[in-house]
Structure formats: C-alpha cells, structure tokens
C-alpha cells in the first residue's frame, strides 16, 4: 500500500490535498505557526517552510545555474505528495535540482528544459560514475595538444589554462558529443563539471577573478574587470580542479540509478517525450518577466559545450499579460502530464520592487483548467523575517520569498 492510501485509511476520507494543507498550516518547525491570510480572492500561507540553514542540502546539488531554487524546497513537497517510484517532473528543469532531489528520494526523475545546457547539467549526477572513473577518462584526454583557441578568451584564462580548456572542449565534443543520446558516464560528469569552472571567483575556477559561476560577463567586461582591480588571470590546472569539485559533488554519494528517468530539450507547453500522466507531482519554477538573462548568462558554458546560444529559443516575457500567456500554455501541458489527483508546486519569486506578484498570474492562468486552486504558500526565509509580505521591504532588489501557487489535478 502506499504512503498515501497508508494516510487516506488513518484519516479517512480526507484527500491528499486537504491533508497536505492541514499539514501546512500547523507547521511551526521554526518556532512560529502558519500565518493565514486573504488577499485579492487568494488564500495565502505564510511561515518559514524550510530554510538555507535548515540542514545543508546533499553535496550533489552544488552546481551552480542562475536564479535556481535551493533543494529545500522540492524536497519540502516531494516527502509529502509523492509516493516512492513516482515521477516527478520540472518542465523548466534549469541546474536539475527537482529531478536530482527526486532521485534522491526514490522517485522516478522527469525534466526538460528548451535549453540543451539543462540535460548536460542534469543527466550526469542521475548516474554518476566513481571517482577513480572520472580520474581514469581525465587521463584519456591529450592534455598535450597545442589547439587553436579564441584569443578574446584570454581576459579570463592564463594562455596555458585556455589551451587545457580549448583541448578538453574539443576531447568532449568527439567523446561525447551533444547527438549522442547516451555518452560515457564519466565523460559526460567531466563535460558538467567543466562547465561548472569555466568561470568564478574564487581559485577553485579555471579563470581569474570574475563574476560568479552562475553568469558569464562578456569578454569587454571582463576586460574592465581586469583593469578595475589590476588583475591578470593566473595559471590553474583544469584536470586537478575538475577532479577536486567532482569529490566535493560525490561527498555525500549519488542517487540511485534510475533507468525510468526521462530528460529532454523541449520547451515547457509541449514535451511530447514525457508521457500522460507520468507524474504524480509537478515542482517547477519559470522565467520571472525580463529579469533574468539566461542566454545572456550562458554564453560560455554554450560555446564549451558546442551549443549554438542563437538556436536556443528562450522567450523573455516583457509584459505581465505575455508572462500569464506562457504560463496558461505550460500549465495546459502539465493537466496532461500529471495524474488525476496529482499536485503542481509552481514557485515564482517578487520582481519589480514586489510590485509585480506573480503568483497572482499564475492564480489567474490556472482558471478553468482541470486543476483545483488550492492556495499560495509563502515561505518567508530567516533572513527576511522583517519582509512586508506583499513587497518587499528589507531586501530592495531580486527575489524576496518564494511564493508557491499549488494546483491539485482533478
């Protein structure tokens, strides 16, 4: 029997849904119970749900990818709306969190992203090799090629760094190349954890000092970075740090391998290769507006992985009446993805100056769908505890809260 017919037989008649909301709202985990609260016809829920500092997330997901949920919080929905072995899908997978998270607690991990960059970041911590595989095919690589390179490249990298980047891009691409549908595992770990060094602040990156690895400054700016602080990029060993980061990854281990997981490059409103109703639980989180610049902040992970950034169609929605479009389009999509009884957790932050609340939107693009409305939780973080609920008050820019718009599948 499964965890939830186990809960169905304790409670009796009571749904999925109503317990789950009961849960919600006696949490007090940090010490303060549910807040309740009606706004603009919308039941809201506010507490501290989870927290950075609630337990340190599994080592695996420590790969970094702009305006990415932390793992707290598909973790916080998965242990209470899904079973074990069923599917659990992110149309806009971004890093991986919701399927690696998934993986993680025995479920089945479903993702797509119209981004190819989602599928090299994602796929290679589902079946991540032993350490000693990844030193083994580092030491396939012909480290000692002397490559053309892009000279522009050199506002980040020391000219002998740039080679060992511009060799093991050109190893990758004829080891593991984007066409082939399922590469050497520990050829596609090295590629993902590559694309995780390119760029940073720190010593552990190829580069020199820049921005985080989450975005890539343009080669002009990089260059105004370099005089700023007088700076030139120092000599770094690219097969020693890849093989100190994948440590770190594999610290805490790595899920299990699933054979059922599913991974594709689609846009969100239509993802032919995931099946009807594979997913019990949706969690997913879209492009806020026009405030992040995806394409903008991966133009180097796309040129190492041999992506063409101009073929990848990534929408900015400038207006709220084209974001609610998107959003009606994805969430008619998900209504054939997820079983009947199933739940959506659509997570959208405060942009604008919190002028602009999303979930709003979201409430509005769900109407007349076969989904119910169930209610807007805010998780209001530690950090923010002082934060106007509906605008931010301590925190003048970038995302306050999440904010969770929860559907139930009728």
Same mark, same amino acid.
């Given at each position: 029997?499964?965890?939830?017919?186990?809960?169905?037989?304790?409670?009796?008649?009571?749904?999925?849904?109503?317990?789950?909301?009961?849960?919600?709202?006696?949490?007090?985990?940090?010490?303060?119970?549910?807040?309740?609260?009606?706004?603009?016809?919308?039941?809201?829920?506010?507490?501290?749900?989870?927290?950075?500092?609630?337990?340190?997330?599994?080592?695996?997901?420590?790969?970094?990818?702009?305006?990415?949920?932390?793992?707290?919080?598909?973790?916080?929905?998965?242990?209470?709306?899904?079973?074990?072995?069923?599917?659990?899908?992110?149309?806009?997978?971004?890093?991986?969190? #919701?399927?690696?998270?998934? &993986?993680?607690?025995?479920? /089945?991990?479903?993702?797509? $992203?119209?981004?190819?960059?989602?599928?090299?970041?994602?796929?290679?911590?589902?079946?991540?090799?032993?350490?000693?595989?990844? &030193?083994?095919? @580092?030491?396939?690589?012909?480290?000692?090629?002397?490559?053309?390179?892009?000279?522009?490249?050199?506002?980040?990298?020391?000219?002998?760094?740039?080679?060992?980047?511009?060799?093991?891009?050109?190893?990758?691409? $004829?080891?593991?190349? @984007?066409?082939?549908?399922?590469?050497?595992?520990?050829?596609?770990?090295? /590629?993902?954890?590559?694309?995780?060094?390119?760029?940073?602040?720190?010593?552990?990156?190829?580069?020199?000092?820049?921005?985080?690895?989450?975005?890539?400054?343009?080669?002009?700016?990089?260059?105004?970075?370099?005089?700023?602080?007088?700076?030139?990029?120092?000599?770094?060993?690219?097969?020693?740090?890849?093989?100190?980061?994948?440590?770190?990854?594999?610290?805490?281990?790595?899920? #299990?391998?699933?054979?059922?997981?599913?991974?594709? #490059?689609?846009?969100?409103?239509?993802?032919?290769?995931?099946?009807?109703? &594979?997913?019990?639980?949706?969690?997913?989180?879209?492009?806020?507006?026009?405030?992040?610049?995806?394409?903008?902040?991966?133009? @180097? /992970?796309?040129?190492?992985?041999?992506?063409?950034?101009?073929?990848?169609?990534?929408?900015?929605?400038?207006?709220?009446?084209?974001?609610?479009?998107?959003?009606?389009?994805?969430?008619?999509?998900?209504?054939?993805?997820?079983?009947?009884?199933?739940?959506?957790?659509?997570?959208?932050?405060?942009?604008?100056?919190? /002028?602009?609340?999303?979930?709003? @939107?979201?409430?509005?693009?769900?109407?007349?769908?076969?989904?119910?409305?169930?209610?807007?939780?805010?998780?209001?973080?530690?950090?923010?505890?002082?934060?106007?609920?509906?605008?931010?008050?301590?925190?003048?820019?970038? #995302?306050?809260?999440?904010?969770?718009?929860?559907?139930?599948?009728?």
């Amino acid at each position: 029997m499964s965890e939830a017919a186990v809960r169905h037989r304790k409670r009796g008649t009571r749904t999925t849904a109503q317990l789950f909301l009961d849960q919600v709202r006696a949490f007090d985990e940090f010490g303060a119970r549910t807040r309740e609260e009606v706004a603009g016809g919308i039941p809201y829920l506010v507490n501290e749900y989870w927290t950075a500092g609630q337990r340190q997330a599994h080592s695996i997901h420590e790969v970094s990818y702009r305006a990415c949920f932390k793992p707290q919080l598909p973790e916080f929905f998965i242990s209470r709306l899904s079973d074990p072995d069923e599917g659990v899908y992110d149309p806009f997978m971004g890093r991986g969190t #919701t399927p690696v998270q998934a &993986a993680l607690m025995g479920r /089945r991990p479903i993702g797509s $992203d119209i981004n190819p960059l989602s599928v090299l970041l994602t796929r290679p911590r589902l079946r991540a090799p032993a350490l000693g595989d990844v &030193a083994a095919a @580092l030491e396939r690589v012909p480290w000692e090629r002397r490559p053309d390179v892009r000279e522009d490249l050199l506002a980040f990298y020391h000219p002998e760094t740039l080679r060992e980047v511009t060799v093991l891009r050109d190893w990758l691409l $004829d080891e593991a190349p @984007l066409s082939r549908g399922d590469p050497d595992p520990a050829a596609d770990w090295v /590629r993902m954890v590559a694309l995780n060094r390119l760029t940073g602040h720190s010593p552990g990156f190829f580069s020199v000092y820049t921005l985080p690895p989450n975005q890539a400054v343009s080669v002009e700016a990089q260059r105004k970075i370099n005089v700023r602080r007088a700076q030139v990029p120092t000599r770094r060993n690219v097969a020693e740090l890849i093989l100190k980061k994948s440590k770190a990854l594999l610290a805490d281990g790595a899920p #299990t391998h699933s054979s059922k997981a599913i991974l594709a #490059t689609a846009p969100a409103h239509r993802s032919p290769s995931v099946p009807d109703a &594979a997913a019990a639980l949706v969690i997913t989180s879209p492009p806020f507006l026009d405030v992040v610049q995806y394409d903008d902040d991966n133009w @180097l /992970r796309c040129w190492f992985a041999g992506i063409d950034l101009g073929a990848v169609e990534i929408a900015m929605h400038k207006g709220e009446a084209a974001w609610g479009r998107m959003v009606r389009d994805v969430l008619e999509e998900q209504a054939r993805i997820v079983r009947p009884g199933g739940h959506v957790a659509f997570e959208v932050g405060e942009v604008r100056g919190g /002028r602009v609340l999303l979930e709003r @939107l979201v409430w509005k693009a769900a109407a007349g769908l076969p989904f119910k409305r169930l209610a807007v939780m805010v998780n209001s973080q530690e950090f923010t505890k002082t934060a106007n609920c509906w605008g931010i008050s301590n925190n003048k820019s970038g #995302t306050n809260s999440n904010r969770i718009v929860l559907l139930q599948r009728h």
